[in-house]
């Protein structure tokens, strides 16, 4: 299960933050919606294609299935990345304002989500 998470920190806790990490600090509404489509479906990138956040995360939840279920911390990774991938309808909104320190805030949560439940997991064994 371990290896699981660890793969799931790579790919979502890595890289759904980095983007926004990268741009400067008076990034433009277009340019904070470019980081969010790279962010959200161009979340894993490899010689083998890409992989978007929300793809990343049911594969999780399928090689996971349910292990991780009665765990506290799976329940607060859950809700975690459930609110980061809700900014996927902000990508190409027209006229709207990207929040791009909530987008951070969200996106960096993930990370520590997830060590949280490898912690708890640890601890379990």
Request: with cysteine; hydrophobic share 40%.
């Amino acid at each position: 299960m371990l290896e699981i998470l660890s793969g799931l920190q790579h790919d979502l806790g890595k890289y759904l933050p980095m983007p926004f990490l990268h741009l400067p600090g008076d990034s433009s509404q277009a340019e904070l919606s470019g980081a969010l489509e790279r962010s959200l479906r161009q979340t894993r990138r490899s010689p083998s294609g890409e992989a978007g956040a929300k793809e990343i995360w049911e594969k999780f939840l399928l090689d996971a299935a349910g292990r991780l279920e009665p765990a506290a911390g799976f329940r607060d990774l859950r809700r975690t990345v459930e609110r980061a991938l809700l900014w996927e309808r902000g990508i190409g909104a027209e006229g709207g304002t990207l929040d791009r320190r909530q987008i951070e805030r969200d996106f960096c949560a993930v990370s520590p989500a997830i060590r949280e439940l490898m912690k708890e997991i640890s601890d379990a064994s």
